[in-house]
């Protein structure tokens, strides 16, 4: 961003981080919101539990000025207030299946509360380590962008010629451990990228919103076909699930949820709390479950995102039925009239229907196919083998009935919206094998709407009958198959 004047005055008139250091509350309204939602790591509050704390904070400051009419109005005006879109400073929403109203900090807000917090003098600052992860943090780049062979196996030999030589010198009792300034350092640091990583959550959830809105007024400014409209607003889906921070948001989700890794930030945090250097600086007491409130903050943005994308199925549900409502309307008018054209007819002939009789075209009736080039057929005479041959291997053909496996899935999607390939032939097994499977992906193609999800695999089985006979067990691997409705 281009911090020349233009930006910076717009910036200062619209950016809500901005006006709120601009206000003449800005100490009370961010220290609050600081203790109630940044410090605890609360992601929402209702209403009348906010209203209670800030009623109790307006009380305590009061009592400070010694002056019993500062900030007049009552608790509920000022979060009304600071909800506004003139302010922006909190997000007041509502849960589906209540009528309370539910307040949650934006990220402009959780922005100007960190700038506040790093505005105080620290008693130590540490560079070494930040350098060390800026320089560790490049060669990552470069090792992982190196396309040659050769260069990557070197860098490889070069990194365990080096352990090793640790490692002798460890087993030597050439032992080097980090001094406190080092562990101060370090500590430090992490605990600084532990709090910036909560506050990302409320913007990777803001963005996400965001996105949700700008789909909604798509819809409702949409003037083409529904399977336009579905086409594009499953594209715009994908496009947040598959870009950089949808990535980045999903590796870190799936990095956190291992219990491997929760027990291993458990042991690591109490080893490194309890060194006497770390204990000295009395950390906050919640760092030693720091990972437990990212796993929560990341439980609340993936429950956002679900909540949304079942708000926008309602949504789709609603105009499908405002539609459907418009073609029953139109139907209405057209039988008023024929009602009205009953009662009055008009005289001579308005309207001519063809006669109703039935087409019928006998299959003998076709003409035969007539090739372009007529074949030159070689005069040879055709005589007649010793060998037998039994003609009960014309009898034998595999045929597959298209009929009968579509109306098993007709019958599957009577009682419920989708139902996956491998529940399908768990529910009626394969009869002829390989080929009754490649039928069903055929009739999927070409009579259902297909789901293909290539991130999950299904095992399908059936028993085949080998050469000599017996029955054998098969096996198919394959992406997970969504018939729906």
Sequence with gaps: ???????LDALRTHNPAWRLLRSDHAPLIASFLHR????PNVRVMAAADLAEALEDSLYAVRQQLDTPTAFPKSAIDYLNDWATPD????????KTGTDEAQFDLTPATEKAISWLQQLSERQFVGTE???????????????????????????LLKKRAEIDAEIARIQAGDVSVLDDTALKDRFQQFTQGARELLAD???????????DRNVRMRIARWEGSKGAL????MGERDAIADSDQGKSFRAFWDFLLSSRRQEELTELLDRILHLPAIAALQPDTRTRRIHYDWMEAGEHTQRTVAALSHQ???FLDDQAWLENRRIMDILRGIESKALDVQANPPSGIFMEIPDARAHIELVMERPLFTPVLKPVIASLTVQEGDDPVDPAALFEQVVVDKARLTRLIRQALQDQNQITLKELITRQPLQHGLAELVTYLQLGSDLFSVAIDEHSTELVRWQAADVDGHLTSRTARMPRIVFMR
Excluded: C
């Design 129 to 155: 380590s930040r350098l060390l992860t800026l320089f560790d943090l490049l060669k990552k780049m470069h090792e992982g962008s190196e396309t040659d062979p050769v260069k990557r196996t070197a860098e």
């Design 201 to 211: 959550f409320r913007e990777v959830e803001h963005n996400f919103r965001q996105l």
């Design 312 to 314: 926008l199925r309602r």
């Design 36 to 39: 109630v939602f940044v410090a």
């Design 230 to 233: 579905l086409e594009d607003i």
């Design 1 to 7: 961003m281009s911090l020349d004047f233009d930006t």
């Design 87 to 94: 302010k922006g400073w909190l997000r007041k929403f509502y």
